[in-house]
């Protein structure tokens, strides 16, 4: 086995592991495959010519779904049941099995989609704070009202095709669940074996420690941090987290939703600012579990938002999870440190607005 080199450690040189507490993972860091050439796929432009309002377009307002149910023409949020739900509330049990190694168990549940806006031209980043801040106060009773009877509702936005979203009106989805999904049930472990051990929430010494060492921070106000994660794995991952010790999106007061519509204006403009362009991601709200689960001691939890973008070079060259990240485990080239002082540095004023203006 080879010798530690002589030269002095800098995470901006040197590949190195870094542990994730919350998912009770690592992901290896190589920061100097920066400086390899790209010759693999680029991806498509993102088009710019989308109607303002598509009758044909199922998210539409005034327009057909595929179940043959009419949009209502609203003109703020619009939540309904998904056409095409991957979960249902009715679904029969799988029965016992015959064998530990072929288990199944029942899943049922709600799935939900959420239209952000009545304009399929807009984003967002794009739209005002109040009108973020009505999309929060709809995720919030949504959680609430499904949290009652499931113990996980998951929210989630898939942003742009690039992330598999296959209509560009500006949406999201609420799945909720009789289970417990992996991911949050690795969360709910870990935040529980940290406040045992530690005496505190993961993720609250957590933001603190960030707050005070700023090397990782991108966005800040009274309320809300916004940082690149230690762990991070993708490129410009983002992890926005309460100041305070919050458990679910229905907990929080109305200054503090008012906080967060303004910091996520902020965030959303920067990522699309990074390489002008409608920037994609997979974003999600993870809280304490609900339904039967939620009546149990959840003070280990602290509300958080995730968001994954892939885009690592340019709005055409994207990161690929293949090859090591499928088989061993997850790897990045940019640091950390590094995506967050870009992000730092980049305007609020949204490209877009800025070239209208010119």
Known sequence: MAGAGSEPFQASEHQHIRYNPLQDEWVLVS??????????????????????????????????RANGEVNPLYESTFLFDNDFPALQPDAPSPGPSDHPLFRAEPARGVCKVL?????????????????????????????????????????????????????????????????????????DRNQREYL??????????????????????????????VLVPYWAVWPFQTLLLPRRHVLRLQDLQPGERDSLAAIM??????????FETSFPYSMGWHGAPTGSLGEAEAGHWQLHAHYYPPLLRSATVRKFMVGYEMLAQAQRDLTPEQAAERLRQLPEDHFRQRQEKA
């Open 196 to 225: 045992s051990r530690h005496g505190e929430p993961l993720l609250l010494a957590y933001g603190r420690q960030e707050a005070q060492r700023k090397e990782r921070l991108v966005l800040a106000n009274e309320d809300w941090l």
């Open 265 to 274: 204006k902020q965030l959303l403009t920067k990522y699309d600012n990074l």
């Open 115 to 187: 239209c952000f806006h009545p304009w399929s031209d807009i984003t967002l980043p794009l739209m005002s704070v109040p009108e973020i801040r009505t999309v929060i106060d709809t995720w919030a009773k949504v959680a609430g009202d499904l949290g009652a009877e499931y113990p996980w509702v998951q929210i989630f936005e898939n942003k742009g095709a690039m992330m598999g979203c296959s209509n560009p009106h500006p949406h999201c989805q609420v799945w909720a669940s009789s289970f417990l999904p992996d991911v949050p049930r690795r969360e």
């Open 31 to 64: 920061a100097h495959r920066m400086r390899r050439p790209w010759q693999g796929q680029l991806e498509p432009p993102v088009p710019e010519n989308i109607p303002r309002h598509d009758p044909s377009n199922p998210l539409c307002p005034g327009a057909t």
